[in-house]
């Protein structure tokens, strides 16, 4: 086949909401994410490493069944290996034996019974051999389909006009239904978010029998099915602190806030922003939002729709609401501040008192109420420049409920936040911070010329690199100019050329790239004289 003949082969993108990461940016991440590990080992936080996939359980119970994550975001899937009940079971769910009615009836029965009895006989072996579980779904799929099946066929076989497609239709889709309801494997997830998993984790292997508050950090990918934009990505990054433990002295929740800003300062993030604010426990915060539901009842006409939603099942995400119309309306309602029950108050207070003893702006937004279910009392959130409506670059608060709702002890309480990494590098990027050239220090291209000399600089690569300098070594012979011209390209700030006279004399030429000065060094030279550039 010519050249031309062939078929275009197929050209991969990176799919939608996720990217990579060039080389010309890694350097920037890199140091926002050294500078984590530097920053919060100061504070005594260590590192703990989660796996990026959890059972979706988890996420429903913590982060809440209502919210966007839950209801919309997640990246889901079952777990199980190859099973011929999966075929089948798709074969029911792709398939729709009432369409055959047209050409043939033998062929529409046959179809139902085929695709059904497939499944079932499937389905029972699984179960038998303990492949899969005996859930209610599982049971309501062996007693359920049959059942529909009869119905359906009694139905068919009355003859072709006595039902209609939409009659036949309900107890096929219902069929449908129950097959899709039967699990194979676990729900698994890609995670979210990663307090949960930090949480797991701490329960999981008994951190709440460690002395006093356990203070852990993490970070790496998370994943949502959000509409990508700016600042806004399905893989993002985040950096996340959490302390748990039996305390929940607002000290705490100050450090925390500390270590932030010491971090942002660290990674010299210009303009950033504290909001704080409390938004009560569940001895003050459901008269609260009762009372707020109320008032938004009152001005319900005046609301979009996803605010009208909210008021049912969420009313404090009311307040989260960027659109413009319903700002006044919002500017009006009632203040959790001035709901708050006085062990919160004073709670509040005095994480506002030793933020203070910090030395820490911060501005109150009692609008503060952040996206999550698990939430109490401190909630925060930092905003920095550069990153257009996504400018929320930080976010955290107190979850005093959480580690007991995920079967932990009960008297454990949280605090924690998450950087958003991928905004910190927009925002100091904006800001014009660029570490690329750094990383790019090519030192030494070694041009090397024949076989005594390909040896000789083999060795010497490899006593530069030990040595920590970033040697370009040429796999293949080249002539001299090409090299050169390599190195050139290469931006290398010296070429080491070793050819015959080199070897022969035991020495190297090296030539500054930049004025093209040249000399000739022994390796010892040679190695005092990089240093000293
Ligand atoms: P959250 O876990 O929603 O409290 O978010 C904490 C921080 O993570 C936010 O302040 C953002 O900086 C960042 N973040 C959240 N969702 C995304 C996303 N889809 N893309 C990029 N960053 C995000």
Aim: glycine share 8%.
């Amino acid at each position: 086949m010519s050249s031309s003949t062939q078929p275009k082969k197929r050209q991969f993108q990176s799919i939608k909401g996720v990217r990579d990461i060039l080389p010309s940016e890694t350097a920037l991440w890199n140091h926002i994410e050294n500078t984590a590990h530097e920053v919060f080992a100061t504070f005594c936080f260590r590192e703990i490493r989660l796996p990026v996939m959890e059972n979706i359980e988890l996420f429903a119970r913590s982060v809440g069944e209502e919210s966007d994550i839950v209801t919309k975001e997640m990246f889901s899937f079952e777990e199980y290996g190859w099973t011929p009940l999966d075929t089948f079971r798709r074969n029911i769910i792709s398939s729709n034996p009432i369409d055959y009615r047209k050409v043939s009836l033998t062929i529409a029965v046959d179809s139902v019974k085929s695709h059904t009895d497939r499944f079932l006989t499937a389905l029972n072996e699984a179960v038998e051999l303990g492949e899969i579980q005996k859930t209610p779904e599982v049971i309501a799929a062996l007693q359920g389909i049959p059942k529909q099946r009869d119905e359906l066929l009694q139905a068919l076989q009355c003859g072709p006009n006595e039902w209609s497609d939409s009659d036949l239709g309900v107890p096929w889709n219902e069929i449908r239904r129950l097959a899709r309801d039967t699990r194979l494997g676990e729900q698994l997830c890609l995670r979210p978010e990663a307090t949960a998993s930090v949480v797991r984790a701490y329960i999981e292997h008994g951190m709440h029998t460690l002395p006093g508050n356990v203070k852990l950090y993490c970070m790496g990918p998370m994943f949502r099915r959000e509409r990508p934009q700016k600042g806004r990505y399905r893989q993002f990054y985040q950096i996340d602190a959490e302390v748990l433990g039996p305390s929940d002295a607002p000290g705490i929740d100050a450090e925390l806030i500390e270590m932030l800003m010491v971090y942002f300062e660290r990674v010299q993030l210009q303009g950033a922003t504290l909001y704080i604010n409390s938004i009560g426990d569940k001895n003050c915060r459901p008269a609260y939002v009762e009372r707020l539901r109320g008032e938004l009842q009152n001005v319900r006409d005046k609301l979009g729709p996803d605010s009208q939603r909210r008021i049912e099942t969420n009313p404090l995400r009311v307040l989260d609401s960027k659109v413009e119309g319903e700002q006044a309306i919002i500017e009006k309602l009632p203040r959790i501040a001035e709901h708050l029950c006085s062990d919160c108050r004073a709670h509040y207070e005095e994480v506002k008192r030793q933020l203070g003893l910090r030395g820490i702006a911060f501005q109150e937004n009692w609008r503060l109420v952040r996206g999550l279910d698990y939430y109490m009392r401190t909630t925060f959130e930092i905003t920095a420049p550069g990153l257009g409506s996504q400018n929320a670059v930080c976010g955290g608060g107190r979850y005093d409920g959480l580690v007991e709702m995920l079967g932990g002890p009960a008297a454990t309480k949280g605090i924690g936040f998450a950087i958003g990494t991928d905004r910190l590098v927009l925002s100091l990027q904006e800001a014009g911070a660029d570490l690329s050239v750094r990383q790019s220090g090519l030192d030494v291209y070694i041009a090397w010329f024949g076989a005594a000399a390909q040896t000789m600089a083999i060795g010497l690569a490899r006593r530069l690199r030990d040595a920590g300098f970033v040697v370009e070594l040429p796999a293949a012979e080249m002539k001299f100019g090409k090299a050169l011209g390599f190195a050139d390209r290469l931006k290398a700030r010296h070429a080491v050329i070793l050819g015959e006279d080199e070897v022969a004399a035991g020495v190297v030429t090296v030539k500054r790239l930049a004025d093209a000065k040249q000399q000739k060094l022994t390796e010892p030279e040679l190695n005092a004289y990089l240093r000293s550039q």
